[in-house]
């Protein structure tokens, strides 16, 4: 055996022991100490943060992307439906994508005079009609479009809508045979913010509409 042989057999062999002495070591200090247990937990942790962090900000994003793109032409029609549902037909012109939202009368007219109780009556039947109406076209579409794409701004404004049409219901009961100053002030007032409501809904409709026809040209 030559000198160069003899070097490869020491380097080998000191190799050998290296490796035992460090799994003697490693074993006691996993045996002395819990610096591996340790080690184990925080990376663990550490993984799971990063999962989370890939799932919420990535993955549901990415995923959430691609169901809103795959369902857009039923989330279109979903849309279409509710605004045509808030729609005034004597001043909308649906065929031409025109679309003036119904709105709900003033008591006393604009001069601020009591309302009659032929008034209040016509009040709470139209008041029933808008209410049903929108909880029909909403018990339909709800469900889609709550799973479907980013429309938590609509499914806000339909609530809040449909909580002011109770308001005013509860104002114009309120009254009952009692046309006080003050009852008819506040009727008046909580009619004028349904109305707005109303619109709100309908602007917000229009304009999830428009970034879906744009989204449609841009692919």
Do not use: Y
């Amino acid at each position: 055996m030559d000198k160069s042989e003899r070097w490869a057999a020491v380097g080998r062999i000191g190799a050998f022991i290296g490796g035992l002495a460090l799994m003697a070591v490693i074993f006691i200090i996993d045996i002395k100490t819990s610096i591996w247990q340790d080690l184990v937990v925080l990376a663990g942790l550490a993984g799971s943060l990063v999962t989370f962090l890939l799932t919420f900000l990535v993955v549901n994003r990415v995923v959430g992307r691609l169901t809103e793109r795959r369902w857009a032409p039923v989330t279109r029609v979903a849309l279409t439906d509710l605004l045509h549902g808030l729609a005034d037909e004597g001043r909308s012109e649906l065929s031409r994508g025109i679309v003036v939202s119904r709105s709900l009368p003033v008591p006393g007219g604009d001069d601020g005079e009591a309302a009659s109780a032929e008034e209040l009556a016509d009040l709470l039947h139209r008041l029933v009609g808008e209410r049903r109406l929108l909880t029909e076209r909403l018990g339909v579409w709800a469900g889609f479009l709550a799973s479907s794409g980013n429309n938590d701004e609509i499914m806000r404004q339909v609530a809040n809508t449909s909580l002011q049409l109770d308001r005013v219901r509860d104002a114009v009961l309120a009254i009952g045979g009692q046309e006080s100053t003050e009852a008819m002030t506040a009727l008046r007032a909580e009619v004028v913010c349904c109305n707005e409501n109303l619109d709100a809904l309908a602007a917000e409709i229009e304009h999830r509409l428009r970034e879906h026809a744009n989204e449609a040209v841009g692919q």
